[in-house]
């Protein structure tokens, strides 16, 4: 690993890392699984480096933009930052790197940072690396936010069998991409790392998914069905992911029941939520919640993967006073889905009408 690697997750790797075979072998014999796979947040590579009371960022391994989103976050948390790696600075450390994804997949939550693995680097030069653990930021205090991960058996070098471990980490966060979304829809893993299953936890590898494997449903332990999720676009971000579904708009052909149309000027008088990808200009839709007195709450999903309303009929609103439906030109009626909490609960549904606005601050 070179000292530019510190700075990018996705090139983590202990190359010179081996496995040993028990010397006792035998039919009765339990042998435990010996690495284990935890998900990671998705989103590009991010950094934070600690150099005595200077706090630096880092994205895809250069600087991050003076006055940018990390640096926000990093003037924003120095002092914890700093506090975490103070007891690395009194056992004689040169500097620390936090090594994860900064990650952002909903309208509604700003993005933030996600630590993933800890460097230390000496005085003499040498890095020892752990798994990110030390807490600096409110988000850290709830584990398994992105599932539990999952555990396997291998023997021998690293570089003998760490393609094996990105297909099973790829194949992992491809059935468990409908669990682990945001509102908006898209993902919120985007890999796996992988350490040693023991009280060290060594970080061995990382590796990156791209959950472009057809899933058509997930079932957990309790045979609960979990909608399929869509593929990670780019780098898992949502501002990525809306500039390649605008860009799909202009380059894909329209298409409604059997007929080729004109997206920008397409406007049947009904259609279904899942036939309207394809026959509308639009990215997403709206969903609308309503309980009783509440106020309705509105949240943007993004088109793809599988929604729980995709065969609702949505009807065109043109005769309608666009202010009852957020300047959106089809919506569908209420539609009663209660639930123990709330028993009047009602959803709607909205589309082809503004999209929610995204920070132009650059990262």
């Keep these: 690993m070179t000292a530019d690697d510190l700075y990018r997750l996705a090139r983590y790797s202990r190359p010179h890392f081996k496995t040993e075979k028990p010397e006792k072998t035998g039919p009765n014999l339990y042998i435990r699984p010996n690495l284990f796979a935890r998900p990671v947040f998705v989103g590009p590579d991010a950094a934070i480096e600690i150099d005595g009371d200077a706090v630096h960022g880092y994205i895809n391994g250069v600087p991050s933009a003076p006055g940018g989103q990390l640096a926000g976050l990093i003037d924003r948390y120095r002092d914890r930052i700093v506090a975490a790696a103070s007891t690395f600075f009194c056992n004689g450390a040169q500097k620390i790197v936090i090594a994860g994804t900064w990650h952002h997949i909903d309208f509604d939550l700003g993005p933030r940072f996600e630590g993933c693995l800890t460097h230390i680097v000496a005085k003499d030069g040498s890095v020892s690396t752990k798994l990110y653990n030390e807490r600096v930021f ?11 991960g999952f555990t396997t058996l291998m023997y021998g070098q690293l570089t003998d069998f760490a393609e094996e471990l990105h297909a099973m980490a790829d194949d992992e966060v491809c059935k468990t991409r409908g669990r682990y979304i945001g509102a908006s829809g898209l993902g919120a893993v985007g890999g796996m790392i992988w350490s040693t299953d023991d009280d060290l936890r060594t970080p061995v590898l990382y590796s990156a998914a791209t959950c472009t494997s057809e899933v058509d449903f997930e079932l957990h332990e309790e045979e609960e069905e979990y909608l399929a999720g869509q593929p990670i676009i780019g780098d898992g971000t949502l501002a990525t992911a809306i500039a390649s579904k605008l860009n799909d708009l202009k380059n894909e052909p329209g298409w409604f029941r059997g007929k080729d149309v004109d ?87 909205l589309a082809l009408g503004p999209v929610p606005t995204l920070s132009s601050v650059p990262l």
């Design 263 to 349: 997206r920008s000027s397409h406007r049947p008088r009904k259609l279904k939520l899942w036939e309207a990808p394809d026959a509308i200009d639009a990215i997403g839709y709206w969903v609308q919640v309503r309980s009783g007195e509440t106020e309705t709450k509105s949240e943007f999903r993004l088109f793809g993967g599988v929604s729980e309303w995709q065969h609702e009929v949505l009807e065109n609103t043109t005769d309608a006073d666009a202010n009852d439906y957020l300047d959106n030109e089809y919506a569908s009626d209420w539609i009663y889905e209660p639930t123990h909490r709330e028993p009047d609960r009602e959803i709607r549904l």
């Design 138 to 148: 409110e988000w850290d205090e709830t584990p398994y936010r992105a599932g539990y």
